[in-house]
Nanobody, 111 residues
Framework: EVRLVESGGGLVQPGGSLRLSCAASGFTFGSDSMSWVRQAPGKGLDWVSSIGPGGVPSYANSVKGRFIISRDNLQKTLYLQMNNLKPEDTAVYYC?????RGQGTQVTDSS
């Protein structure tokens, strides 16, 4: 059974940083591309970033230069380092593997 458990969200001031984690199990993590997607209040899911099995990243224009995706294949964990956070980054963030997601972790602008 595929299981994805996100953590690391919270309340953050504009310009602040957070690091999200996603613990994965139930599949061969090191062989799969992984993504982060987010859902802002009242809106649909938006793609944020992806990383291939070999570690090559890609980013949405809205987060490029501010967010860094990474993975630890031995620990089966996906990360998202979020820097210079903006109010429009407020959303529930989900770890995504082929449209399978966890419960999400909330990131909220405190301004």
């Amino acid at each position: 059974e595929v299981r994805l458990v996100e953590s690391g969200g919270g309340l953050v001031q504009p310009g602040g940083s957070l690091r999200l984690s996603c613990a994965a199990s139930g599949f061969t993590f090191g062989s799969d591309s992984m993504s982060w997607v987010r859902q802002a209040p009242g809106k649909g899911l938006d793609w944020v970033s992806s990383i291939g099995p070999g570690g090559v990243p890609s980013y949405a224009n809205s987060v490029k230069g501010r967010f860094i995706i990474s993975r630890d294949n031995l620990q089966k964990t996906l990360y998202l380092q979020m820097n210079n956070l903006k109010p429009e980054d407020t959303a529930v963030y989900y770890c995504d593997r082929d449209e399978q997601r966890g419960q999400g972790t909330q990131v909220t602008d405190s301004s």
